[in-house]
């Protein structure tokens, strides 16, 4: 993450401890030089509160609570200074503006900064209502699923006048087809994990990452949707439905394109923003 102080202090040379006050405002909502509009939620499952969700904060409070989630929070709670082998941290580009981001301990504090002007619920970023606090113990549960996708026309990928493509799905036996995907690990990056899951089906990344969905209405198993890129020449003139099993490892597995009415909501929304928004507004 660029901190705030830094974010100021490329653009006019202030980045000094003693400055802070001139880059952290106190508010909510923040608009910088070149127009965005940043803002700032934390969300804290408190034992003396009955729901959670995204709460706007100020900056200055985001940037105190992003801080303390670089330590682990029990050691913390101790008065020891450890790293966080827990912590994680994604970015969230397509979803909530260039430079938005989400973050968490690993335990109860997790915080999302938006740069395009809008909630978290408003970018698809939902945490449900849940009765009584929730006890995570360890890490989070986050899995990182590839979407890999075949248009209906390989001439004009982004054209869906004739509805979404079709999505890559996987099986080991006789498990449930899902997308391709791993359990991201502790202290992994996310990039490392998205490489993980292409590699274990024979793919390779594109070379833009980015986040389409994800999926925190249960903390302790989060989804996230990572572009896997769409398929050309003879993969996407492969016939639909089932073809033949990958042996690509020592573990084969099953394949097929599965029409978007089979996803979920979240691979139906990570598949629309693949197919509607241009890689471009990602880089400025």
């Not at 036996?173 to 359990?183: D, E, M």
């Not at 492969?238 to 029409?259: L, N, Q, V, Y």
């Amino acid at each position: 993450m660029m901190r705030l102080t830094q974010l100021a202090g490329e653009r006019d040379g202030v980045g000094t401890a003693d400055r802070r006050s001139i880059v952290l405002t106190w508010q909510h909502t923040v608009r910088v030089a070149d127009g965005t509009v940043l803002r700032f939620f934390l969300t804290d499952a408190d034992p003396c509160e009955p729901a959670m969700g995204w709460k706007p904060a100020t900056d200055i409070e985001f940037q105190h609570a992003y801080e303390n989630a670089l330590f682990d929070p029990k050691a913390l709670a101790a008065g020891e200074l450890c790293a966080n082998t827990h912590r994680i941290q994604i970015p969230l580009d397509a979803l909530a503006g260039t430079g938005g981001f989400f973050w968490s301990d690993g335990a109860h504090t997790a915080g999302i900064m938006t740069t395009n002007g809008k909630a978290p619920e408003d970018c698809e970023l939902h945490l449900a209502h849940v009765p009584g606090p929730q006890v995570i113990p360890g890490a989070p549960h986050v899995r990182v699923s590839l979407l890999v996708w075949k248009p209906l026309d390989p001439e004009a990928p982004g054209d869906t006048t004739r509805g979404l493509p079709q999505v890559l799905q996987i099986r080991e036996g006789t498990t449930p087809w899902q997308v391709p995907g791993v359990i991201l690990r502790p202290g992994e990056l996310l990039l490392s994990a998205a490489a993980r899951a292409a590699y274990a089906v024979g793919l390779e990344l594109p070379n833009h990452h980015r986040v389409l969905a994800t999926d925190f209405r249960r903390p302790e198993h989060m989804t996230l949707v990572v572009d896997g890129g769409w398929v050309s020449g003879a993969d996407a003139r492969t016939a639909d439905g089932h073809f033949s099993s990958c042996r690509c490892h020592a573990e084969p597995h099953s394949r097929r394109w599965a029409a978007w009415t089979e996803l979920d909501d979240v691979m139906t929304r990570a598949l629309h923003a693949a197919v509607t928004i241009p890689l471009g507004k990602e880089n400025r």
